[in-house]
């Protein structure tokens, strides 16, 4: 079962008006270079898939770290998937990460991204620690220095920007839990999945 979405302490204002338009602050966020796509393999691919994963959840971890690289090596680095990284931060933590991952030159998010999930024990869920300052370690390891971090964590604009992306994700696939996957935009599976698993459903929407 996925993990369902934690309440965030900050709230973004709704995505969409009434009329169902992009308000006119959605619209100058979508031109923030830092929420274009974050994916891998070649966009050509006869299969999109799309992850949403929060980066303190620990099934997305777990999947990242057993079942991941051998979707990269056998799908993604062969052509057959264009694999799309989804935010759904399920609390604050994973959204401050979120937002560093995504400040990151574009080349840089997924081994951060990788990374983070692969260390949760010690960011994201160690007592006593600052977890804040954890990520900032982590930020400077992937070569942010203290000044951009400082300035990515307090960024409000970012920090809605991703929060409203979420909410139109809650909206439009009514997706409240992560890992959540989307196969060509048909179907969804929302739990982790092995790699058999996740190989027949790309077969499937390869057809």
Same mark, same amino acid.
């Given at each position: 079962?996925?993990?369902?979405?934690?309440?965030?302490?900050?709230?973004?204002?709704?995505?969409?008006?009434?009329?169902?338009?992009?308000?006119?602050?959605?619209? +100058?966020?979508?031109?923030?270079?830092?929420?274009?796509?974050? +994916?891998?393999?070649?966009?050509?691919?006869?299969?999109?898939?799309?992850?949403?994963?929060?980066?303190?959840?620990?099934?997305?971890?777990?999947? +990242?770290?057993?079942?991941?690289?051998?979707?990269?090596?056998?799908?993604?680095?062969?052509?057959?998937?264009? /694999?799309?990284?989804?935010?759904?931060?399920?609390?604050?933590?994973?959204?401050?990460?979120?937002?560093?991952?995504?400040?990151?030159?574009?080349?840089?998010?997924?081994?951060?991204?990788?990374?983070?999930?692969?260390?949760?024990?010690?960011?994201?869920?160690?007592?006593?620690?600052?977890?804040?300052?954890?990520?900032?370690?982590?930020?400077?390891?992937?070569?942010?220095?203290?000044?951009?971090?400082?300035?990515?964590?307090?960024?409000?604009?970012?920090?809605?920007?991703?929060?409203?992306?979420?909410?139109?994700?809650?909206?439009? /696939?009514?997706?409240?839990?992560?890992?959540?996957?989307?196969?060509?935009?048909?179907?969804?599976?929302?739990?982790?999945?092995? /790699?058999?698993?996740?190989?027949?459903?790309?077969?499937?929407?390869?057809?």
């Amino acid at each position: 079962m996925p993990i369902k979405r934690r309440t965030l302490l900050a709230l973004a204002p709704a995505l969409l008006t009434g009329g169902g338009l992009l308000s006119s602050r959605a619209m +100058a966020q979508a031109a923030d270079p830092r929420m274009s796509i974050r +994916a891998a393999g070649n966009p050509s691919a006869k299969v999109h898939v799309e992850e949403w994963f929060s980066l303190t959840c620990t099934h997305c971890a777990r999947f +990242a770290a057993e079942v991941f690289p051998e979707i990269r090596s056998k799908l993604i680095d062969t052509g057959k998937v264009y /694999y799309i990284f989804r935010d759904f931060p399920l609390d604050q933590d994973a959204l401050t990460a979120a937002m560093v991952a995504r400040s990151l030159p574009p080349e840089r998010y997924e081994a951060f991204v990788l990374a983070l999930l692969s260390s949760q024990d010690r960011w994201a869920f160690e007592q006593g620690v600052d977890h804040i300052a954890e990520i900032g370690k982590m930020a400077a390891l992937a070569g942010m220095s203290p000044d951009q971090f400082q300035q990515t964590i307090h960024d409000e604009t970012l920090r809605h920007a991703i929060m409203e992306q979420e909410d139109r994700a809650q909206m439009q /696939y009514k997706i409240d839990g992560t890992p959540t996957f989307r196969f060509n935009d048909r179907e969804q599976v929302s739990q982790e999945l092995s /790699y058999e698993e996740f190989a027949k459903k790309v077969e499937a929407a390869a057809r």
